[in-house]
Nanobody, 120 residues
Framework: QVQLVESGGGLVQPGGSLRLSCAAS????????MGWYRQAPGRERELVAD???????NYADFVKGRFTISRDNAKNTVYLQMNSLKPDDTAVYYC??????????????WGQGTQVTVSS
């Protein structure tokens, strides 16, 4: 079993910054792509950014230039640095990872989510 645990959400004023972390633990052989998604009330879950094991990144257009995704493979952890936050960024942010729990067995996992609220 693999668990993803997010941290770092909270309330921030417009223009402020937050840093999200997501640590994977459990039966892990290796981790491929790790990413962050978000879901606002009444909206579908959407990709924010993801990063391959080799560090290749992919961003949604609405966060380019404001958010930065990174990872520490030794710690099985992915980060999301969020700058210049806007009220539209308010959502529950979810961590996602493609995990090999055996050398020949790949599964996709989700974290429980962390709330980010941008408001004055």
């Amino acid at each position: 079993q693999v668990q993803l645990v997010e941290s770092g959400g909270g309330l921030v004023q417009p223009g402020g910054s937050l840093r999200l972390s997501c640590a994977a633990s459990g039966s892990i052989f290796s981790i491929n792509t790790m990413g962050w998604y978000r879901q606002a009330p009444g909206r579908e879950r959407e990709l924010v950014a993801d990063i391959s094991r080799l560090g290749i990144t992919n961003y949604a257009d609405f966060v380019k230039g404001r958010f930065t995704i990174s990872r520490d493979n030794a710690k099985n952890t992915v980060y999301l640095q969020m700058n210049s936050l806007k009220p539209d960024d308010t959502a529950v942010y979810y961590c996602n990872a493609d995990v090999y729990y055996r050398p020949d067995r790949l599964n996709n996992y989700w974290g429980q989510g962390t709330q980010v609220t941008v408001s004055s």
